[in-house]
């Protein structure tokens, strides 16, 4: 498997814009996480989905901020509009949970700055 | 609550052995994972800990006493290598969410 595979890689958007964040678990995992990460704030878990349903949203910072997840090889990370403070690399990990298997797996990161 | 706390930064010596702490809230807790990131990289999994006691990996050892809500990363033979990041990591609710520390940035003198 070629691991969680994130897209893009970088992007650079103006204030206000919509910006799509795209991520493909590992095949067969069953849980699938997105994070933040800021020098200030550190790592943050935004969401995290399982068996594709999204179980807890509450690190979502605003309504600006939805994810999706349609399938269980898909999901999305969306800001509209996008603002300045959203910069920061958006990471994306999947894992097969369960008490005894717990690593989880994560992309690349997307390095997202808003100007 | 759901959060951990551990140290910013720690500095060592080559050669020496190194520990991070980590404590964490217990409400809902699973188990601790210990994460390594280096700059510009991603967060990739060094260990768990389910149960208390040690658990240990070739130079790296982590530690779980959940009397304490305590655990830590054992770091031996340190190599300029080992300079990174580390995450201690929450297992919560089911054992399906994972909440990260703040990290500690582990800087290695020669």
Redesign the interface.
């Known amino acids: 498997d070629a691991g969680v595979i994130q897209s893009p890689r970088h992007e650079v958007t103006e204030m206000g814009q919509e910006v799509t964040l795209r991520c493909k678990p590992i095949s067969g995992h069953n849980s699938l996480f997105w994070y933040r990460q800021t020098m200030m704030r550190g790592l943050e878990l935004l969401i995290y989905f399982n068996n594709n349903v999204p179980i807890d949203d509450s690190g979502m910072p605003e309504d600006r901020f939805s994810a999706k997840m349609p399938n269980a090889s898909f999901s999305t990370l969306k800001i509209q509009p996008s603002e300045p403070r959203d910069s920061a690399v958006y990471f994306c990990a999947s894992s097969l949970a369960s008490q005894l298997n717990t690593e989880a797996f994560f992309g690349q990161g997307t390095r997202l700055t808003v100007v | 609550g759901q959060s951990l706390e551990q140290p910013s930064e720690v500095t060592a010596v080559e050669g020496a052995i190194v520990q991070i702490n980590c404590t964490y809230q217990t409400s809902g807790f699973?188990?601790l994972?210990w994460y390594q990131q280096h700059d510009g990289?991603?967060?990739?999994?060094l260990s768990?800990n389910?149960l208390d006691g040690l658990e240990e990996t070739g130079r790296f050892s982590s530690f779980l006493s959940r009397s304490d809500s305590y655990g830590y990363l054992l770091l031996q033979e340190l190599q300029m290598k080992d300079s990174a990041s580390y995450?201690c990591?929450g297992?919560y609710?089911s054992?399906?969410?994972?909440?990260?520390?703040?990290?500690t940035r582990l800087s290695i003198r020669p």
Not at chain 2, 41 to 45: D, L, R
Not at chain 2, 96 to 103: A, T
């Open positions: 699973y188990g994972s990289g991603a967060p990739t999994f768990y389910g995450f990591a297992l609710s054992a399906s969410k994972i909440i990260f520390g703040s990290g």
